[in-house]
């Protein structure tokens, strides 16, 4: 019985091929929302989850960062999808015949120059995937879709033009997750430790929790805060640091950064995608 990967998206989203290049041996398990991903690896359909964190052009995944903590799974792996966008419709159009361009609103954005060129109207759609799903069903010539070549390959649709994005840098992160932590041991190579945490309520708090990882030396490649439950007063803050916590150093930063937390969770430690170096 072959191991799954459950993904957000419909066949031929970008989650899906980031699981398809990454682990070609699995099968991949498309799932609605976010929460049945993660559904799906605890019940035991899946054994892995694959999640798109950000995106170099449109920043982080909306909600991602609340629904992490709280899905009750370890990050034990990160990959670096290169996103390519097509346009595509269905067979027997030309380029000439488009009028509208539909796809998630993310791929949208980051094909603004192409859409304004070629006067296309936007269409939102739940996803990538989906849009090319549904450009074969309406069957329209004048409608064409934003999506992978993977969708096209799907759903029967010809590509009128390639790689149609504004940036060459755009690419998502990935996270990989399981049911179970990483037992990755200190020393095997460069690795991130991904983490939350809640500051106390006390006088330059984060300033101070943020100075065990100056001190000893640790590079913090990411930072981001967001609010709970609706409360402006009330900020959790997501990190990536390089490191292992059995290194002195992280231990050290760790327990400053403890000290004036009101709550510490580490989401995982696991090898640094070799991407970070090429880039």
Known sequence: MSKKIAFQGEPGANSHMACHDNFPDMEALPCAAFEDVFAAVHDGAADLAMIPIENSVAGRVADIHHLLPESGLFIVGERFLRVHH?????????????????????????????????????????????AAREVSELGDKSVAAIAPALAAEIYGLEILRHDIEDADHNTTRFLVMAPEPNTLKNGNGKVITSFVFRVRNVPAALYKTMGGFATNGINMTKLESYQLEGSFNATQFYADIEGHPDDLMVKLALEELQFFSSHLHILGTYPADPFRERS
């Open 86 to 130: 097509q346009l595509m419709a269905v067979k027997g159009a030309e380029l000439a015949d488009i009028k509208s361009a539909r796809s998630h609103v993310m791929a949208l954005g980051q094909c603004r120059d192409f859409i304004r060129e070629h006067g296309h109207t936007r269409v939102i759609a739940a996803d990538t995937a989906g």
